[in-house]
């Protein structure tokens, strides 16, 4: 081999691999200058309007408000829905923190809910059977939120169905999922509320960011309300309300307008690396994947193992070390939020299944932007292991 070649590969394998990188495009920049030199950069503005409308075409959504951040929205459909101090909310154990913390903002408490085996999302019949238990007691939650994990979405028909006879507010967080769909219909369509998030890891990235989404356009009107610091309709500053700067800047939302149009080609690439591990790595002993569940499509926004130590022959941290020693990014599966220690003091419904996927589990890098000679390091070095 020549040795500039060497010198070129050696260069290449020196370069970390990240686990979800952003994934940016010509259109973004080219928005994100026209928005700079209009000088118009505030956290309102005519890309936030475009992007809000644009997104509410692409999911056969009513109405949107686009928000400085997914936790940002999930805190305001919490208002919005009328949570209030001492209330319970039900949610996925096995899921980030925004979802949990969200819920504290406004003086509630969270309980949270195992998910199953088939598909890692909230246990459809473990929450009917709470809920029917707590009506029981009198004491249902104000709320449940849904969170649709690593891309593939909740099984919303039952959720949906229990929820409403029980009159509970359904939030839909769909922060990891857009793109996806349930039944034909797309992620961020279902609940009373729906979240997104265009964090920088995300499939489509504003940096930070997020959205809330609704059928209701009152609800999307108070969410701006509250956004904008609850500002009252007066020339002077004048507030009724404890409000929030939750606004998108008009110079983010450009960049969302330009990562809308390739999230298609964004989801394919994610899907691709997903059916690529599993040609890979599908016959390797001691590794499963996350279930894909018959009732949608996912993205695959982090594709997700599960690792038998007997069988692989070392544990899933075990690989996560070796593969950071090579400059590749892993990272355990969510640690659920009834283990953290923030919330230990908190009701939990189950528990086991999501414990056993935090103790086994691990997500894979899955940029839309990996490489083939990327995907060679990354299968090259879990054949090196052990």
Known sequence: MPC??????????????????????????????????SNWIAPIGPNVDAFESEMCDRLQCGHAAALSSGTGALHLALLILGVESGDEVWCSSLTFAATANAITYVGAVPVFVDSNASSWNIDPELLEVELRAAAKRGKLPKAVIAVDLYG????????TRICREFDVRLISDAAEA?????RGKPAGCFGDMAVLSFNGNKIITTSGGGMLLSSDPEKIQKARFFATQARD??????????GYNYRMSNLLAAVGRGQLRVLDARVAARRANNAWYREVLGSRPGIEFMPQADYGHPTFWLTCITIDPEA????????RL???????????????MHLQPVFSQCRV??????ERLFEFGLCLPSGSSLTDADRERIRDGIATFG
């Open 4 to 37: 500039g070649t060497f010198a070129l590969n050696m260069a290449h394998r020196d370069q970390k691999i990240f686990l979800s990188p952003p994934h940016m495009g010509a259109d973004e920049r080219q928005l994100l200058l026209e928005a700079f030199d």
């Open 178 to 182: 857009l793109g996806a769909s349930y």
């Open 349 to 354: 419904l189950g528990g086991e299944v999501a």
């Open 152 to 159: 593939q979405c909740a099984d919303y028909d039952p959720i």
């Open 233 to 242: 309709p007066a020339p002077h500053y004048q507030h009724s309300h404890i």
């Open 312 to 319: 692989f022959g070392g544990t899933s941290e075990e690989l």
């Open 322 to 336: 070796h593969l950071e020693s090579l400059n590749i990014e892993s990272r355990p599966v969510w640690k659920p």
